[in-house]
Each structure stands twice: as C-alpha cells, then as structure tokens.
C-alpha cells in the first residue's frame, strides 16, 4: 500500500515536536528579538546586537564586530570568545552547538551548520527525517574566508586559516592553510 506523504503543515508539526518547550520558546525569542536590528549599519548595529546576543548566547566574553545581516539560530547552544568579527551575510546554525575562541575572524557569505539531516530511509522525503546534532568547534586565532562551508562536527583548529570558497569537511591541524573543496592543507603557518 502506498504511504501518503506528510502536507508542508504536517511537516512543520514533525519539525517542531523534536523540541521541548523551552527550546521553542527561546527559538521564538531569538527570532523577534535580533530581526529589529540585524540589518543596522555600523555602531548604530554592533551595539545591540552585541548585547542581544551577550543576552543570547550560551557565553559572549567581550564586545564583538557582527555586521549586518548575519544569521545566528539556537543561540543558547552557542559560546563565544573575545574579540570575534563576523562579515555580512554569514549563517550559524547552532542546533548541535558552536564553541567559537577567541579572536576568531569569518568572512561574508559563509556557512557554519551544526546538524546533519538523516537521510537513511531511502523512501523517505529526508526534510521528514530526523536532524543529527553534530558539535562545531572554532578555535583561537582562526580566520575563515569568504564564502565558506563548514560541515557538521567539524573542528577547526588554532590559528587555521580557511581559503575563500572552501568547503570544509575534515578537522584541520594547528596552524595549517587549508583551501578548495573539499579543503585540502595547502601549507602550514610558518612561525
Ligand atoms: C588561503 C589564502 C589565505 C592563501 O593565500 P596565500 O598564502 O597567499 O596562498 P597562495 O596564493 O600562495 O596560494 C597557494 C596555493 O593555494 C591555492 N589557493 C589559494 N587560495 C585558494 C582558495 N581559496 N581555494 C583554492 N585554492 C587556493 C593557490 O591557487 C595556490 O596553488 P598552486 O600552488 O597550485 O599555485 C588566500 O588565498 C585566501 O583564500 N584568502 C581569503 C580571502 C578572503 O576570503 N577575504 C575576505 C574575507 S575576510
């Protein structure tokens, strides 16, 4: 017998019952509070949305540089060290958690998700299927460039450097400059 597949509402209600309440209740709060001031230029911008997110964030340890237009989801499964810049139009999405250290760099238009659809029932649309969280870690002194993808459960070790259009699907080494898609090490640090 043919299995009817779920309407769009009936696929919000299976997305959203993966969630207790509280979780739902901050989803929203993130939502109404960041919107009135994602896109502000300059400092009439960075001010609230440092303290909106200080107030969001599982931890926000000083005044940070986000510029307009860049996304953050789950807020409270996210921490963050000092001195982080972020350019317009990047994409956190923090359902598995994102550790972000200190004087962390992230160009435009890149991508960070920390979850993963399943997609192993092959019969199975895979927007129906379960989300796997998968922890991002960033740590001290990275600089990520523009356009970039990082894959779920990835870690990108102290002091990388991630070329402009990467696709980052391997933990990186200390130190190492990685490019291309996938990313490769195309060189360490030198001192
Ligand atoms: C990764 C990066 C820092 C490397 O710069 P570099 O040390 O001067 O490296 P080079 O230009 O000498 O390149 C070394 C090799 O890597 C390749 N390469 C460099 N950047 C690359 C990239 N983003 N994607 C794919 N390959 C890349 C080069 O083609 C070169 O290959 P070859 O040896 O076969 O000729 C730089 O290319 C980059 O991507 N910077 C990000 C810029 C950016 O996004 N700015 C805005 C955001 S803040």
Redesign the pocket.
């Known amino acids: 017998m043919k299995r009817s597949t779920p309407s769009i509402v009936g696929y919000f209600l299976h997305k959203i019952s993966g969630y207790d309440i509280s979780s739902l209740l901050l989803l929203e709060l993130e939502a109404y509070l960041t919107w009135p001031f994602r896109s502000l230029p300059s400092f009439l911008g960075y001010v609230p949305r440092y303290l909106i997110y200080k107030l969001l964030f599982k931890k926000l340890d000083s005044f940070c540089f986000i510029h307009p237009n860049v996304f953050f989801s789950h807020c409270y499964n996210i921490r963050c060290g000092k001195n982080f810049v972020v350019?317009s139009n990047t994409y956190f999405h923090g359902i598995g958690g994102i550790d972000i250290g200190d004087y962390v760099?992230v160009?435009?238009n890149v991508v960070i998700s920390s979850g993963m659809h399943e997609y192993t029932k092959s019969r199975e649309p895979v927007a129906l299927q379960n989300i796997v969280p998968r922890k991002i870690i960033i740590e001290d002194g990275v600089?990520i460039?523009?356009?970039v993808v990082v894959m779920p459960g990835i870690r990108i070790s102290k002091g990388t450097?991630?070329?402009?259009?990467?696709v980052v699907t391997k933990s990186t080494e200390p130190y190492s400059?990685v490019?291309?898609v996938p990313a490769k090490q195309?060189?360490l640090r030198a001192n």
């Open positions: 350019n760099l160009g435009p600089w460039g523009a356009n450097i991630v070329g402009a259009g990467s400059v490019a291309g195309i060189k």
